[in-house]
């Protein structure tokens, strides 16, 4: 059997163009999804709009705005802002936004068209430039909720592991941790211009809360605390807030580059180690 052919460029264009002039007066204004409703604007002392929802007008022209890129991919994830590395700047919605536009600016008139359609091309005309680029970037930020699921990609059949080499790779990420642990307690000495004592509880909170807000997991209490240990000392008795308590003493070092400081990270997690094992 023939594979169909991909629609081109115009086709998709006629499409759009044909749905556009489709929609009609008052379409979805009860619509469960707000970016469905219509939006209403009018001119101060001129004529009032009814612009599709911005969800509304997105799927319609998502296979225009489609051709050439893929919008499904997961860079695209446009309605988020916050992007990671790689995946689109404001600018390249901002470039879809104006391309958008331009495909509406270019629709001919058509007077059998709904009033959506004739609102439209009056809107980019009429309105504000400022209040035209907020509706065409609104429509972009609903790209993404249009978009066709992609195919699902194919799962690699995991390989079983034995008893021992799941023992293994505990051990591993246990010691991964310890490892972190000990490279932040050995910056956060050279970040230390004098001597500075802090309650245990008060270090280990800074410390989960640092890998925390990077999405990492930290290391459970008892076993930070050993590597503290390793790392800047026993732990001794002080006052702090006149209270005396445990307590730790750190001293400021000269810094270190990347490779030391992972190599003296390393020899602190072989003490503890050697002291109490490394369970899984």
Known sequence: MATPPHPTF???ITVATARTAALVDGRDRRHSVIARRPV???IYEGPSFELPGPLTLAEIWFPVLNVGRDLRACGY??????KPVGAPTLAGYIRLADELQDHIAALPEDHNAGRPYQDLRLFITEAQP????NYF???IKNLCKTAPAGPSPVRTQRVPMSDAERFEAACQRKRDRMTLAARYLLKLQELTASTWVVAPTALFEKYAEALESRGMRP???TWFFRVADAT???RTRRRIEKQPQAAYVIRGIEPMDTQERELRAMVAVDRVEQNFGLPA
């Open 130 to 133: 400022t209040r035209v680029a």
């Open 10 to 12: 115009a086709d998709c």
């Open 77 to 82: 994830d446009l309605a988020d802002l916050a």
């Open 219 to 221: 290391l459970g209490r």
């Open 40 to 42: 209403q604007y009018k």
């Open 137 to 139: 970037m609104s429509v």
């Open 232 to 234: 800047i000392g026993e």
